[in-house]
Every structure is written in structure tokens, then in C-alpha cells.
């Protein structure tokens, strides 16, 4: 009969001894994914629709820049990638007219619509680039043009009353014309894309890779991936910017074995089993542009237009113009340097 008294007092000491338990801070609930077939019908998958309605009033721009030597086939290979006459062929280019004597900067702008997506093309071309006996500092104007498309975009936008649309004459891309000859990038290849490559989203380009056997291609492409590694040469797309697993292992694939990338264009068009194809007439066949046994020249535009255009835009705002821009507003103490003409402008809108 004493048992259940005794039992209550030792349980009673216990809890004296143990301390209470320390209550958990309290930790904000996690959202819980809700099925919008259970709750009815909301509409929040609209919001892609939405997007893709405004940016098809607004329309896309892209500026792609090509430089090489002549003869290269610059001109063509843009106007094979578009296949429309995009490049200066088009634009009354005189093809007696003698080689500049500095590199000069030629920019065409076309408007090319497909499937009801419009988009303002501008082609930056270079002649005269490494066509001189001394090529000394000749990316030097080109280098000079594309920081200019960085000041000008700067300069609208630290403008008191901006544009809505502030116009992208910015290079998104540059592509760059190696010669195939076969053995190794010349000085002035590497000193260009040195000097290049932080300013700019390059991508080589192995010209005129019908004039190489396919063992000779492959070991070319080997060397020129070597001798821009040794170099410390960055090309696009670039390792740091790779967002997630999945660019990366994409991205890989195309760094290490498309890259450069071999190719061979033409506007001109001919008839293969039935069939009205892009090449290049030759005394043992037509080699096909598009054909990817032939060359290589689908997996750029693949790379260029249809995977990477708009990661090559936000390369181009979120890196180049970016580092562009710390630096331009560090130099100036927060704000470019104000010239007569924006002393007034300032004026009149205060």
C-alpha cells in the first residue's frame, strides 16, 4: 500500500533534477508546393506567353563582327550563316577598290524576319585588318570602336531623362578568321585575341577548311586549342560563366572538341540527289555547306544562332560592358567627364 507514494516522490525529485527541455527556435515554415488542378485553374503559366509578346513587339539586335585577312571569306560565311546578303558584297562594295591603309570599321544593319521574329542584324566589318607588310598594333581601331559602343550605351544610360530602349550597338560577337594553314596561329593571331578576348566574346574561326584533309584539320584544331591555352587566350564561352552542371557539360563538349570551328561558305546553291543544297563546286564533287561530313560550318550556326545568341548578348551586358563600366566610373569619380554640350543638356533639364 506504500508503494504508490513512494513512487510519486522519487518522480517528483527526478524532475527537480532534470532540467525542462529547451524550446526550438522556431524556424519559418518551408512553402509547400500547392497543385493548381486541385484549387482550379490560376493562369500563372501565362507569364512565358506574356514575355514572349513583348519581346516579339520589341524585336531582338544583334551585332556580330568579322575579322580576318582578306580573301578569307568573311563576307560569304556571314551571308551562308543568314542566308540573306547581310555582308558588304551587298552594300555596293567595290571589289577594285584597293586594300585600305588602316583598318577601317564598315557596319551594315539589315532587318531579318523569320516566323514573325524580327531582328536587327548589324554587321561590323574590318578590311585592311592584317593585310599590311606591318601589322603593328592593327586590332587597335577595332579595339577602339568596340569601347566606343560601351560609352555610348554608358552615356544614355547615366542620362537624366533616358530613352525606355536605350539602342544596343554594342558587339555581341566577334568572330575571328584564322588561316588554315595547317601549322600554327601566326603572332598577330594571338596578339589580337590577347588584346581582344577581355573586351569582346570571340569565337575562332578556321577559314576555308575545304583546302585541308580531314587528319590535317583535326591536328590543326588540336594545335590552335593548345597554343590558346599556353597563351592564356579565353574564347567563348568562357569556363567562368558557366552558370550551372548543365552549361558546363554542354559547354565543355564544345570547347574541347568543336572549337575552333571548321568551315567552309557559300551563297551559291546547287542540285544534290534532288535536292537544292549550299556549296562549293568543285572538280571531284560539291562539297555541301550544311552538311556536317563535309565541314563543320552547321555546328557554328547551331552555336551562334540557335544555343548560345542570347547568352552571348548577356555575356556582352553582364561582363564586358559591366567591367567596362566599374572601370569608366572609377577613373571619373562616379560619372564620365561632362563636355560642353551635356553641361547644358544638365542645365536645361534641371
Not at 248 to 272: C, H, L, W
Given at each position: 500500500?506504500?508503494?504508490?507514494?513512494?513512487?510519486?516522490?522519487?518522480?517528483?525529485?527526478?524532475?527537480?533534477?532534470?532540467?525542462?527541455?529547451?524550446?526550438?527556435?522556431?524556424v519559418?515554415?518551408?512553402?509547400?508546393?500547392?497543385?493548381?488542378?486541385?484549387?482550379?485553374?490560376?493562369?500563372?503559366?501565362?507569364?512565358?506567353?506574356?514575355?514572349?509578346?513583348?519581346?516579339?513587339?520589341?524585336?531582338?539586335?544583334?551585332?556580330?563582327?568579322?575579322?580576318?585577312?582578306?580573301?578569307?571569306?568573311?563576307?560569304?560565311?556571314?551571308?551562308?550563316?543568314?542566308?540573306?546578303?547581310?555582308?558588304?558584297?551587298?552594300?555596293?562594295?567595290?571589289?577594285?577598290?584597293?586594300?585600305?591603309?588602316?583598318?577601317?570599321?564598315k557596319?551594315i544593319?539589315?532587318?531579318?524576319?523569320?516566323?514573325?521574329?524580327?531582328?536587327?542584324?548589324?554587321?561590323?566589318?574590318?578590311?585592311?585588318?592584317?593585310?599590311?607588310?606591318?601589322?603593328?598594333?592593327?586590332?587597335e581601331?577595332?579595339?577602339?570602336?568596340?569601347?566606343?559602343?560601351?560609352?555610348k550605351?554608358l552615356?544614355?544610360?547615366?542620362?537624366?531623362?533616358?530613352?525606355?530602349?536605350?539602342?544596343?550597338?554594342?558587339?555581341?560577337?566577334?568572330?575571328?578568321?584564322?588561316?588554315?594553314?595547317g601549322?600554327?596561329?601566326?603572332?598577330?593571331d594571338?596578339?589580337?585575341?590577347?588584346?581582344?578576348?577581355?573586351?569582346?566574346?570571340?569565337?575562332?574561326?578556321?577559314?576555308?577548311?575545304?583546302?585541308?584533309?580531314?587528319?590535317?584539320?583535326?591536328?590543326?584544331?588540336?594545335?590552335?586549342?593548345?597554343?590558346?591555352?599556353?597563351?592564356?587566350?579565353?574564347?567563348?564561352?568562357?569556363?567562368?560563366?558557366?552558370?550551372?552542371?548543365?552549361d558546363?557539360?554542354e559547354?565543355?563538349?564544345?570547347?574541347?572538341?568543336?572549337?575552333?570551328?571548321?568551315?567552309?561558305g557559300?551563297?551559291?546553291?546547287?542540285?544534290?540527289?534532288?535536292?537544292?543544297?549550299l556549296?562549293?563546286?568543285?572538280p571531284?564533287?560539291?562539297?555541301?555547306?550544311?552538311?556536317?561530313?563535309?565541314?563543320?560550318?552547321?555546328?557554328?550556326?547551331?552555336?551562334?544562332?540557335?544555343?548560345?545568341?542570347?547568352?552571348?548578348?548577356?555575356?556582352?551586358?553582364?561582363?564586358?560592358?559591366?567591367?567596362?563600366?566599374?572601370?569608366?566610373?572609377?577613373?571619373?569619380?562616379?560619372?564620365?567627364?561632362?563636355?560642353?554640350?551635356t553641361?547644358?543638356?544638365?542645365?536645361s533639364?534641371?
Amino acid at each position: 500500500p506504500h508503494a504508490g507514494p513512494v513512487e510519486t516522490k522519487n518522480e517528483a525529485a527526478m524532475s527537480e533534477l532534470v532540467p525542462e527541455p529547451r524550446q526550438k527556435p522556431v524556424v519559418p515554415m518551408k512553402p509547400i508546393g500547392i497543385n493548381a488542378n486541385l484549387l482550379g485553374y490560376i493562369g500563372i503559366d501565362t507569364i512565358i506567353e506574356q514575355m514572349r509578346k513583348k519581346t516579339m513587339k520589341t524585336g531582338f539586335d544583334f551585332n556580330i563582327m568579322v575579322v580576318g585577312q582578306s580573301g578569307l571569306g568573311k563576307s560569304t560565311l556571314v551571308n551562308t550563316l543568314f542566308k540573306s546578303q547581310v555582308s558588304r558584297k551587298s552594300s555596293g562594295w567595290n571589289r577594285e577598290e584597293k586594300i585600305p591603309k588602316t583598318v577601317e570599321i564598315k557596319a551594315i544593319g539589315h532587318v531579318i524576319e523569320e516566323g514573325g521574329v524580327k531582328m536587327k542584324l548589324t554587321v561590323i566589318d574590318t578590311p585592311g585588318f592584317g593585310d599590311q607588310i606591318n601589322n603593328e598594333n592593327c586590332w587597335e581601331p577595332i579595339e577602339k570602336y568596340i569601347n566606343e559602343q560601351y560609352e555610348k550605351f554608358l552615356k544614355e544610360e547615366v542620362n537624366i531623362a533616358r530613352k525606355k530602349r536605350i539602342p544596343d550597338t554594342r558587339v555581341h560577337c566577334c568572330l575571328y578568321f584564322i588561316s588554315p594553314t595547317g601549322h600554327s596561329l601566326r603572332p598577330l593571331d594571338l596578339e589580337f585575341m590577347k588584346h581582344l578576348s577581355k573586351v569582346v566574346n570571340i569565337i575562332p574561326v578556321i577559314a576555308k577548311a575545304d583546302t585541308m584533309t580531314l587528319e590535317e584539320k583535326t591536328e590543326f584544331k588540336q594545335r590552335v586549342r593548345k597554343e590558346l591555352e599556353v597563351n592564356g587566350i579565353e574564347f567563348y564561352p568562357q569556363k567562368e560563366f558557366d552558370e550551372d552542371l548543365e552549361d558546363k557539360t554542354e559547354n565543355d563538349k564544345i570547347r574541347q572538341e568543336s572549337m575552333p570551328f571548321a568551315v567552309v561558305g557559300s551563297d551559291k546553291e546547287y542540285q544534290v540527289n534532288g535536292k537544292r543544297v549550299l556549296g562549293r563546286k568543285t572538280p571531284w564533287g560539291i562539297i555541301e555547306v550544311e552538311n556536317l561530313t563535309h565541314c563543320e560550318f552547321a555546328l557554328l550556326r547551331d552555336f551562334v544562332i540557335r544555343t548560345h545568341l542570347q547568352d552571348l548578348k548577356e555575356v556582352t551586358h553582364n561582363i564586358h560592358y559591366e567591367t567596362y563600366r566599374a572601370k569608366r566610373l572609377n577613373d571619373n569619380g562616379g560619372l564620365p567627364p561632362m563636355t560642353v554640350e551635356t553641361e547644358e543638356n544638365h542645365e536645361s533639364n534641371l
